[in-house]
């Protein structure tokens, strides 16, 4: 009788983030992860929802209307309409035109890997073989494997940040687009947070259209960029207006709290309505193969926001809060950093934006922070601005700091001078005002 022993010889998976088995593992009090995937409160163990979200979670379960019945494939209609208005914008043509479409799909993730597994089985550039993938270095790995595993082979990075200047790099950005073979799919993760300006952007959609490069998009956090949800779609918005077909998986679990709802859409951008049909009947036909139908709260608890003036007002003060209290943590944690007097420039802290940012640490500083501070995040140095609070901030800044001096070799006396000392209290108030 076959048993499932014949696998024991398959390795164990590597991790595709960060080190959280690791770092769950770590016995040590000081122990800090900031390469948590969500927005947090000023306690790094609490996730932050916004008010009218946590109103709406406790209303639900009283409405009798609802049946709990199945889904369709594509989802609650009025659900994917409002969430793409939210992004392409109410009065956009291909709107207007019904050549743009949702698709309700099981989260963020989950519309990026039905966007892959439609362009893998339907998208060919040059009629023969699937088409060359350009992903982003700092997502290479995850987002990499998703087009991996639905069947692309040929799946190349580029880079838009420079780690040694500590600032966006458009030129070496356009530099690999211009050499992307004809066709290829450019997926433009969290545009609202690489730090291009629209002249940029605008200089990147001319040379995609002239090179007939496909864009990707993933929105993954809007309106937690800039506090302005129209200004973080702009990139999005500027690439359908001229015209692109494209696709744009789009994810609300940071700017709704909704994580474990696991709710995301699906936008589909085509130049006329027929192949809009065409699309969503195939990809409805993958969903029922995937996950059979998508789940209901969290699209419900965003319809509900969306559809109302007043919540939909609460909704916007609340990501405003959150973006003011990420730059009051940006502008602190570079403050701290200069009265330490640790070598280098910090300013790329605040000229950045968003929930992730780039620290600007190399490898070997990375790991210092590892072994000897218990402070975990990607080895390419980026960071989840929200892990950082009002009683962790003076620990992660001098160790950050001796990471520096250590690694440079500057000032070896001080290696662990903290390493064992329980972390100060910070009396920097970090607070979420909302």
């Not at 309409?81 to 939210?86: N, Q, S």
């Not at 270095?137 to 838009?160: E, K, M, N």
């Not at 995609?208 to 998009?217: G, T």
């Not at 015209?243 to 006329?272: H, M, P």
Request: some cysteine; charged content about 20%.
């Amino acid at each position: 009788m076959a048993t499932l022993s014949v696998f024991l010889d398959v390795p164990l998976a590597t991790a595709i983030d960060f080190p959280l088995d690791v770092y769950r593992e770590d016995p040590s009090p000081q122990k800090v992860c900031l390469g948590h995937a969500g927005c947090h409160t000023d306690s790094a163990d609490e996730i932050w929802i916004p008010p009218v979200v946590q109103q709406i979670l406790l209303q639900i379960p009283q409405d009798p209307t609802l049946d709990h019945e199945y889904i369709k494939e594509l989802g609650i209609v009025e659900f994917t309409k409002t969430a793409m208005e939210l992004v392409i914008g109410k009065n956009n043509q291909a709107l207007l035109d019904n050549r743009a479409g949702g698709v309700h799909t099981i989260g963020g993730t989950g519309a990026v890997w039905i966007g892959a597994e439609f362009l893998h089985r339907w998208y060919r550039p040059n009629h023969l073989t699937p088409a060359t993938v350009y992903i982003a270095v700092p997502q290479l790995d995850t987002l990499g494997c998703i087009f991996q595993v639905a069947g692309f082979t040929d799946i190349r990075s580029y880079h838009y940040w420079d780690p040694i200047k500590l600032s966006v790099d458009i030129e070496m950005f356009m530099a690999e687009l211009q050499n992307a073979p004809e066709g290829s799919i450019v997926f433009l993760h969290a545009p609202e947070e690489t730090g291009l300006m629209s002249s940029e952007w605008k200089r990147i959609a001319s040379l995609m259209k002239k090179r007939q490069l496909f864009p990707f998009f993933d929105i993954a956090a809007q309106g937690l960029a800039s506090g302005n949800l129209d200004r973080d779609a702009w990139a999005l918005r500027l690439f359908v207006d001229q015209g692109f077909e494209l696709l744009c998986a789009q994810s609300f679990s940071k700017n709704f709290g909704l994580y474990d709802e696991r709710v995301g859409n699906l936008i589909v951008v085509t130049t006329d309505n027929q192949t809009l049909i065409r699309i969503h009947s195939q990809i409805a036909r993958l969903i029922a193969m995937t996950w059979f139908g998508p789940t209901s709260l969290g699209a419900r608890v965003i319809t509900m926001v969306l559809t109302s003036p007043a919540r939909l007002y609460e909704w916007k003060q609340s990501l405003q809060s959150l973006v003011k209290r990420i730059m009051l943590i940006r502008e602190k944690l570079k403050e701290k950093l200069r009265i330490l007097g640790t070598p280098g420039s910090w300013e790329h802290l605040t000229t950045q934006s968003g929930v992730y940012s780039f620290i600007g640490l190399n490898s070997s500083q990375v790991e210092f922070l590892e072994k000897h501070k218990h402070i975990y995040f990607l080895a390419n140095g980026q960071i989840n601005i929200c892990s950082i609070n009002s009683r962790n901030l003076d620990y992660i800044a001098q160790s950050i700091h001796e990471s520096v001096l250590v690694t440079t070799h500057q000032n070896p006396s001080c290696l662990y001078i903290k390493a064992d000392k329980e972390p100060d209290e910070s009396s920097v108030d970090l607070s979420d005002s909302s």
